[in-house]
T-cell receptor, first 117, second 114 residues
Framework: AQTVTQSQPEMSVQEAETVTLSCTYD???????LFWYKQPPSRQMILVIR??????QNATENRFSVNFQKAAKSFSLKISDSQLGDAAMYFC??????????????FGKGTRLSVIA | NAGVTQTPKFQVLKTGQSMTLQCAQD?????MSWYRQDPGMGLRLIHY???????DQGEVPNGYNVSRSTTEDFPLRLLSAAPSQTSVYFC?????????????FGPGTRLTVL
């Protein structure tokens, strides 16, 4: 079974600075999807960024980017120019290819990010 | 589109009571799933469905039942509530196609069992 590990329970960053959240995973599959979800105090789960394992290029969404190292099974999230609204719990998640018949997300335990003004 | 909706938003039960958490989506998604979120544990899968009439167990299925009679609805039933089921419950859905794999989450239901 796949597992996802987030080794940093809490992180903090100064406003306008850059922060990197770590995520590692364990799988025997060669094709899969990786996600970062943000959960603000409202509890809503918000998709931040996604990466398809067969794509070598790292995904980028505005101030959010990932460093996907497939051989190392590492998937870190970099937040640039941090804003107060970035303060939230961040979850890394893994998903098998949808046509494999077993496609729910496997989540890490989360990293709580604080942004200091 | 309303997306994924969940009702109720909050619920308090006494031990032994039963109830159903409702989940509906209007995006014609084949896949639907239920997760529970506990402090320090992330989200853990309870049950999931790959289409109407098909369900399967996840990581923590004990004490919960599901059924999927329509594509739109995926209710979660607590048969006899226990304090250990105090949690926040999320429903999620997605398409089945290879390039439409993103799961969309409902707003969650906070359940307290006394």
């Amino acid at each position: 079974a796949q597992t996802v590990t987030q080794s940093q329970p809490e992180m903090s960053v100064q406003e306008a600075e850059t922060v990197t959240l770590s995520c590692t995973y364990d799988t025997s599959e060669s094709d899969y999807y990786l996600f970062w979800y943000k959960q603000p105090p409202s509890r809503q789960m918000i998709l931040v960024i996604r990466q398809e394992a067969y794509k070598q290029q790292n995904a980028t969404e505005n101030r959010f980017s990932v460093n996907f190292q497939k051989a190392a099974k590492s998937f870190s999230l970099k937040i640039s120019d941090s804003q107060l609204g970035d303060a939230a719990m961040y979850f890394c998640a893994y998903r098998s290819p949808v046509n494999s018949g077993n496609t729910p997300l496997v989540f890490g335990k989360g990293t709580r990010l604080s942004v200091i003004a | 589109n309303a997306g994924v909706t969940q009702t109720p938003k909050f619920q308090v039960l006494k031990t032994g009571q039963s109830m159903t958490l409702q989940c509906a989506q209007d995006m014609n998604h084949e896949y639907m799933s239920w997760y529970r979120q506990d402090p320090g544990m992330g989200l853990r899968l309870i049950h999931y469905s790959v289409g109407a009439g098909i369900t399967d167990q996840g990581e923590v299925p004990n004490g919960y039942n599901v059924s999927r009679s329509t594509t739109e609805d995926f209710p979660l039933r607590l048969l006899s509530a226990a304090p250990s089921q105090t949690s926040v419950y999320f429903c999620a859905s997605s398409y089945r196609g290879r390039h439409t794999d993103t799961q969309y989450f409902g707003p969650g239901t906070r359940l307290t069992v006394l």
